[in-house]
């Protein structure tokens, strides 16, 4: 539960740090007095969007940090989850800078605003008037009934099952649209390939051609260049290898007399081995280089046949026109195979909708159990609270096609009047029966959850008199149920019934107004409602009057 909430610079706050007990507690003050602004300041901690306008004018930032007991509500698994430091007191900060950045922190651990949200909705539930509107929302509604029917682990079930089908049926789409699509181009498809493949093309095949066309356009000049080298090195008058062998003998001849000769020798018989070989290569590469048009012309069109198909397919190597040899066969294999594929995934939708169909029967049979049930709870807790002649009752439906939420429809009909239709409660429900009925359902939610702390502001918008002292009974007995409850009220009947009061007041100086809350003492408290009760002059009448609703004997 909230323990404590500290605000600086925000809004009309310049620095606020108040601390909240256990139980029914309740905030008063005047209008416009900055109770918005506290509930503003939550709200940030629970991922809203930051307005940089909000920041105090001229300070650079402003920080909202509240600390939380929640060593009795089992949430480890989220810290865990998203290896956060657990600690029993909890503290969720939320820093927005005049830049426009904002930073939130768990624990002093910088956190995303999805983490803060997710684990600051399992802490707080803030109830404002705007959200009466959700009473007629279907979402709100079908969410009522599967808090109370602790429907979590059959809807999670079901919501899976539910992504499974729909992804199946959108492969299944796509792979028609494909098989469309492809079957209209598989005459193109197939020309190409049979192309490609007639071609029998080979790695590496291109840049050995283009070599050949380059030997057999210069065969005669290739020829006499290696006839002529072979001469310098072969000729019997002044050719290299006689001369190299007439040197070789000279200095085997001086190895007696002059023994750096035997390395001179060796050296010589080396170079003379190694000449040798490299003029018979060139006589053997003389004769099987030959001038042959018909080989050339053969070479020449083979490559034109390649630089054509790569000008076709738009590339530039023959590896790429292989593997778009590949992708093609692999296009044709598909088209060939796509009425067995599609045959495949419509059994599986099949199958995962039989099994949507299950899962949402679950559903359907949980949330039907707790209509009955929400049925039994609205009218007992709305009798008591001014609506003798109460009818509510929770229409049940079945959609057309499964949905996230499974295949039920649901409509909260309401009738105040004895012999007044059911309609949607929306449309005949006053200001004040919609808070009623709405406090109601909060009390039946926080009987099944275990939410640490619930904030009402102005709930009791349209009750007076006993009603909204009926009211008080209900936020006091849920503030009783380990639990806190915060109400920001209007009313002196459910301002008195709080175990501690806060007021909320602004004070002006020659350059500012600031906003202010504090808990009031017993006197004080007095004083408060009496203004409630008369306004801004205080009677002794009014000031008996909150004593009377206070409980202190006079």
């Known amino acids: 539960m909230l323990r404590s909430l500290y605000i600086q610079n925000y809004a009309l706050i310049e620095k606020l740090d108040i601390s909240f007990g256990a139980g029914f507690s309740v905030i008063t003050g005047e209008t416009g007095a900055g109770k918005s602004i506290i509930l503003g300041a939550i709200g940030l901690l629970l991922g809203q969007r930051a307005e940089v306008k909000a920041i105090r004018q001229a300070a650079s930032k402003c920080v909202i940090e509240a600390r939380f007991d929640i060593s009795a509500y089992g949430m480890e698994p989220f810290f865990e989850e998203n290896e956060l430091e657990y600690e029993e007191e909890c503290i969720l900060r939320r820093e927005v800078y005049a830049s426009g950045k904002s930073r939130a922190f768990i624990n002093d651990t910088p956190a995303s605003l999805v983490q803060m949200k997710e684990l600051g909705e399992q802490f707080i539930d803030v109830h404002s008037q705007h959200q009466n509107l959700l009473l007629n929302k279907e979402g709100f509604q079908l969410n009522v009934l599967d808090i109370l029917s602790h429907n979590d682990e059959q ?29 209209a181009d598989e005459d193109y498809i197939r020309f190409q390939l049979e192309q490609l493949e007639e071609a029998n093309l080979s790695a590496g095949e291109q840049e050995e051609l ?40 000279t200095m085997l001849g001086l190895q007696k007399v ?53 000008q076709k397919h738009r590339v530039t190597t023959v590896e790429e026109l292989l593997a778009l040899t590949e992708e093609y066969a692999a296009k044709l294999a598909a088209i060939t195979s796509y009425d067995e594929r599609i045959g495949e995934l419509t059994i599986l939708c099949d199958t995962l909708y039989n099994k949507v169909k299950k899962q949402a029967a679950v559903l359907t049979k949980a949330r039907t159990s707790a209509a009955r049930e929400v049925e039994k709870q609205m009218a007992s807790r709305l009798i008591p609270l001014g609506m003798p002649n109460v009818r509510f009752q929770v229409e049940m439906g079945m959609r057309k096609e499964p949905g996230v939420h499974g295949e039920d429809t649901v409509n909260f009909l309401f009738s105040a009047n004895k012999n007044g239709a059911l309609q949607s409660i929306s449309s005949v429900a006053s200001g004040g029966e919609i808070a009623r009925v709405m406090l109601s359902i909060k009390a039946m939610i926080a009987g099944a959850v275990k939410l640490p702390t619930i904030v009402f502001d102005e709930i009791d918008t349209g009750v007076s008199g006993e009603i909204a002292d009926r009211m008080a009974d209900i936020m006091q007995e849920m503030g009783e149920q380990d639990r806190q409850v915060i109400s920001i009220t209007h009313l002196p009947q459910i301002a008195a019934r709080g175990c501690a009061h806060y007021k909320v007041y602004k004070q002006d100086n020659e350059t500012e107004t600031n906003s202010h809350i504090r808990r009031l003492a017993d006197e004080e408290r007095v004083e408060e409602i009496a203004h409630m009760l008369s306004g801004a002059t205080l009677t002794k009448a009014a000031l008996n009057n909150a004593k009377a609703l206070l409980g202190i004997k006079r």
């Not at 005669?220 to 290898?241: M, P």
């Not at 035997?262 to 290569?281: F, G, N, P």
């Open 155 to 183: 809807l999670s079930a079901y919501q899976s099952l539910y992504r499974e089908w729909k992804q199946a049926q959108q492969d299944l789409a796509d792979l028609i649209a494909r098989a469309e699509q492809n079957k």
């Open 210 to 249: 283009e070599q050949e066309t380059d030997t057999l356009s210069h065969a005669e000049e290739i020829k006499a260049g290696l006839f002529r080298v072979g001469q310098l090195l072969t000729s019997d008058e002044g050719g290299l290898l006689a001369g190299l062998k007439e040197s070789l003998n």
């Open 258 to 310: 002059y023994s750096p000769a035997t390395e001179l020798a060796e050296r010589l018989e080396s170079t003379y081995i190694e000449l040798k070989d490299v003029s018979q290569e060139v006589s053997s590469q003389e004769e099987d280089v030959e001038f042959n048009p018909e080989r050339l012309e053969e070479v020449n069109d083979r490559l034109n046949l390649i630089y054509t198909l790569q």
